[in-house]
């Protein structure tokens, strides 16, 4: 079970690498994470639905252990 978690940090790891290099590399075809993030943070439906999924994130992995 270790190795299956290290594995998936490692791929949110790679993930994170990919989405910072890429726009770099093809700016026409990638958005940066900046301008996603500020996209999708405009609005305040998406600021509580992030702001509730990071609560219960918190709560059911810190909390709860």
């Given amino acids: 079970m270790r190795?299956?978690?290290i594995a998936?940090?490692?791929l949110?790891?790679?993930g994170a690498v990919a989405m910072t290099a890429l726009p770099r590399v093809?700016?026409?075809g990638f958005a940066p994470a900046t301008s996603?993030?500020?996209d999708t943070l405009a609005s305040m439906p998406?600021?509580?639905t992030?702001?509730?999924f990071w609560w219960w994130l918190g709560?059911?992995?810190l909390i709860g252990s």
Wanted: hydrophobic share 50%; net charge neutral; charged share 15%.
């Fill in 8 to 10: 998936g940090y490692l």
């Fill in 50 to 52: 992030l702001i509730t």
């Fill in 26 to 28: 093809r700016p026409d």
């Fill in 3 to 5: 190795q299956v978690t």
């Fill in 36 to 38: 996603v993030l500020d």
């Fill in 46 to 48: 998406a600021r509580i």
């Fill in 12 to 14: 949110v790891a790679c």
């Fill in 59 to 61: 709560w059911h992995f």
